[in-house]
């Protein structure tokens, strides 16, 4: 069979099929094939699936279908984070190229007045909440004729504490609708929301996009004071591919990346407290190769389809054990062999035994090597305690001491 016969049989129109010719994708993935068909026909979904997946595909096939040029906004994607507005939006905007819809990203850190003129002609918005609330308060968008609403990486919206403010967005919308919601984990918010707000939503997953055959995971021991120069031994050793490295706090990267660049390892920090620019250069950077190391937290990398990741290191083990999954699930996809590597502290041996326990998995421990200790940037050297990756602190007054390491137990 013709691979192009294998999307059109899905229920793929022949305006989404040419585009996917330009872009010489040919091969359905587990999550189109059982979720196109049920969004081309009309029906609400639930879809279980993890970034990277092809997901944007199987809800651009029923927006693509659904809408007309020019015929004011009738669809509107919800996404946790900018990165992922801008790389959603770009590719419906691919996607319905033979269609010439009018798809325009709406999110905060940009100028407000640019996106009130795009939006005006817009067929499709791919929005954050917070911006696009500002646009309804404004009355500078009007989502009282949207057809098809998408609900992206849900999890994590929730996680993030927009719930409210979806739910405030869907009561703006007609309750004669399609509502598509595609998330990593079905949490007890997105059952909440389905029942709220869905129309007898079918239910899809695919299965986990990394390979586990493929994935090595191993931890070392270290100490505080010796962590980020173990980093920097094991980044000078032996590595020649792409590398994501995981902090919980935005001052921990912004110390990883400044002691790594510190030591002749080129490495581009991305988080939330950077501007938009700053975040866009840091991506287009680490995509493009220029940089093969990327120092990030897990909401500015969520979302984000980075192809091609070789390692990730996890610096801090996260305190979610969702979080570790969604982390090293950015390696050992579609057939390559893939690394995790953890770093851990005694305080955090806790939350490293609950992922243990909830994954279900052995991690390899590895003989800590001899290492020399760099010197750290003097700067830096006061978020120690704000990034919490040296010490927990405690407050004065309570024993007098204000680290674990002086406290005698």
């Known amino acids: 069979m013709n691979n192009m016969n294998k999307f059109k049989n899905l229920g793929v129109i022949d305006d989404i099929i040419k585009s996917l010719k330009d872009h010489r994708i040919d091969e359905p993935t587990e999550i189109q094939i059982k979720a196109i068909p049920i969004v081309v026909a009309g029906h609400d979904l639930i879809a279980g699936s993890a970034t990277g997946s092809g997901k944007t595909l199987a809800f651009a096939a029923a927006i693509i279908k659904t809408c007309e040029r020019k015929q004011g906004l009738q669809a509107l994607v919800l996404t946790p984070t900018r990165e992922l507005a801008v790389q ?51 009355r500078t968008i009007n989502l009282s004729d ?31 609708r399609q509502t598509l919601l595609f998330s990593a984990t079905i949490t007890d918010e997105v059952s909440y929301l389905s029942k709220k707000y869905m129309h007898n939503p079918q ?26 120069s173990l980093l920097v031994h094991l980044l000078k050793k032996d590595h020649s591919g792409t590398i994501m490295v995981f902090c919980n706090t935005k001052s921990a990267v912004n110390f990883v990346a400044r002691n790594l ?6 490495a581009q920090a991305i988080h939330g407290g950077f501007t938009q620019a700053k975040r866009s250069t840091s991506l287009e950077n680490f995509q493009s190769q220029k940089v093969k190391i990327l120092v990030c937290t897990d909401v500015a990398a969520r979302g984000l389809d980075i192809k091609g990741v070789s390692h990730v290191y996890n610096y801090n083990i996260p ?19 893939g690394i995790a590597v953890n770093l851990l502290v ?19 421990k590895m003989e800590t090597p001899e290492i ?31 680290n674990m390491r002086s406290r005698r137990r």
């Open 88 to 138: 959603v939006s770009k590719a419906l905007h691919d996607f319905s190229k033979y269609k010439q819809l009018k798809v325009t990203d709406v999110y905060g850190g940009v100028s407000f007045e640019s996106q009130v003129k795009r939006i005006q002609v817009a067929d499709v918005v791919v929005a954050t909440p917070g911006r696009l609330l500002d646009h309804v308060e404004k």
């Open 146 to 176: 949207i057809k098809v609403l998408v609900i992206d990486e849900a999890d994590r919206m929730f996680d993030m504490g927009f719930i409210k403010d979806i739910r405030r967005i869907i009561d703006k919308c007609p309750t004669k």
């Open 203 to 228: 239910r899809v997953s695919a299965e986990e996009f990394v390979d586990p055959k493929k994935l090595k995971q191993v931890y070392y021991d270290t100490t505080d004071n010796m962590k980020i």
């Open 261 to 266: 660049k510190n030591q002749g390892i080129m």
């Open 319 to 337: 305190k979610e054990t969702k979080q570790y999954v969604h982390r090293i699930g950015r390696t050992a996809r579609a057939g390559k062999n």
């Open 346 to 364: 005694k305080a955090e041996h806790f939350d490293f035994g609950r992922i243990l326990k909830f994954y279900k998995v052995d991690i390899e």
């Open 372 to 402: 020399d200790v760099i010197k750290l940037d003097h700067v830096e050297r006061r978020s120690r305690s704000a990034s919490n990756h040296f010490t927990r602190t405690f407050p004065r007054g309570r024993g007098g001491s204000r």
